[in-house]
C-alpha cells in the first residue's frame, strides 16, 4: 500500500509531570513541566522527529488532560486517529525523581484502571496494522484485558515477511501481580514478532537469561530475527538470526535525566531500520539518539531530530 505508516505503536500513554529541580524529593519539589509521556507514545514520537509517517494506537481519559494529549500528539507529528477516549477513567499522570546519573524513580498513577489497557480487538484497524512497515507493542500491553487480547490480535494480522514487528519488552513490574505471570504472554507475542528490544530486566523476564548473549540466543530461539539487549553504562548488543553479533559502546554523556534514552533509542531504532543500515550503523545511531535524551530532563519534547543525531554520532559525544 502506497499510503501505509512507516511506523504504528501501541501501548501506554499519559502525562508525565517531571521536576524542574534536579536532585530534590518529591515531597519537597515546587515546580514541574507537563509533557506527553508513556513508551509507545514517546516511541511514536521519536520516530516522527526522524522523518517518519507515524500513528499511534491507545486511549486516554475523556478528560482535561487526554485533551492535552492529542493536542501533544498532532503537534509532533503523530497521527492520532486511533486514539479514543474512555468515559469514567483518567488519564494516567506519571511522576519521577531527578537523581542524576542513574537514579531516576517513576510513580505511576493508573488506577482504578488505564484507559490504555481498554484497547479493544474489534476497535483495531487490522488492515492499517498488517500494512504498516513497522509495528511497535509493548509488553505492558499485555499486562490485562481486553488489551492484552487485542494486542496478541493485532500481532496476529501482521503477514509473514511484511516489514517488521518489534516487541518491546518494556517489563514494568508494578503492572504484574507476578513475574511467572507474565512469561506465557511474553512468549505468545514473541512467536509473532521479528524484532525484540530489552534491557537486562526485560530480557530475563523474558527468557530466564540475563547474561546478554545468552538472552539474545534465547529471545532468537523464540522467534524473532533480530535480537537487542541494552545494557546501559556497557552499551547495546544485538544479535540476528544469520548469527552476527554486533557490540556498540554507549556514547559519552551527561545524564540529567535518563528516564526516555530507551525510547529515542527505539525510534531511531525504527528509522535505521526502514533506512535499510547496517546493523552496527543502525545502533550507532540509536545509541546516539538515546544519549541526547538522557541529557535533557523531558521525554517526548527531547527527543531529537535526525540532524542532532548525526551530528552526535560523527562527535562520537553528545556536546
Not at 5 to 11: C, E, F, L, Q
Not at 240 to 260: I, M, Q
Request: charged share 20%.
Amino acid at each position: 500500500m502506497t499510503d501505509a505508516y512507516d511506523v504504528i505503536t501501541m501501548g501506554r500513554i499519559g502525562v508525565d509531570l517531571y521536576p524542574l529541580q534536579s536532585g530534590v524529593p518529591l515531597d519537597e519539589v515546587t515546580s514541574f513541566g507537563k509533557f506527553l509521556g508513556g513508551s509507545a507514545s514517546n516511541v511514536a514520537v521519536a520516530a516522527a522527529r526522524l522523518g517518519r509517517r507515524v500513528a499511534l494506537v491507545t486511549r486516554t481519559g475523556e478528560d482535561p488532560f487526554g485533551r492535552y494529549l492529542h493536542r501533544a500528539l498532532r503537534e509532533f507529528g503523530v497521527d492520532d486517529r486511533w486514539v479514543s477516549a474512555v468515559a469514567g477513567l483518567p488519564t494516567p499522570v506519571t511522576f519521577c525523581e531527578v537523581f542524576p546519573p542513574d537514579d531516576f524513580p517513576l510513580y505511576f498513577y493508573r488506577l482504578p484502571k488505564a484507559p490504555d489497557l481498554e484497547i479493544h480487538e474489534e476497535e483495531l484497524d487490522l488492515g492499517a496494522i498488517a500494512a504498516a512497515r513497522i509495528f511497535w507493542m509493548t509488553g505492558t500491553g499485555l499486562c490485562a484485558e481486553p488489551s492484552r487480547s487485542a494486542t496478541l490480535a493485532a500481532l496476529a494480522s501482521r503477514p509473514t515477511g511484511a516489514g517488521y514487528t518489534v516487541f518491546d519488552l518494556d517489563w514494568r513490574p508494578m503492572f504484574w501481580a507476578d513475574p511467572d505471570e507474565a512469561r506465557p504472554h511474553y512468549a505468545a507475542a514473541l512467536a509473532h514478532a521479528t524484532v525484540a528490544v530489552g534491557n537486562l530486566d526485560e530480557v530475563e523476564i523474558a527468557t530466564g537469561e540475563r547474561e546478554p548473549l545468552a538472552a539474545a540466543r534465547a529471545l532468537l530461539d523464540a522467534g524473532v530475527e533480530l535480537a537487542v539487549v541494552k545494557q546501559g553504562p556497557e552499551g547495546v548488543l544485538a544479535m540476528n538470526r544469520a548469527g552476527e553479533v554486533v557490540r556498540v559502546p554507549p556514547l559519552p554523556v551527561t545524564v540529567l535525566n535518563g528516564l526516555g534514552a530507551g525510547d529515542a533509542f527505539g525510534g531511531a531504532l525504527c528509522h535505521g531500520l526502514l533506512a535499510g543500515w547496517e546493523l552496527e550503523r543502525v545502533l550507532r545511531y540509536a545509541n546516539a539518539a538515546g544519549a541526547i535524551v538522557a541529557s535533557r530532563l523531558e521525554c517526548s519534547s527531547a527527543m531529537p531530530f535526525a540532524g542532532e543525531v548525526a551530528s552526535a554520532v560523527e562527535a562520537g559525544a553528545v556536546l
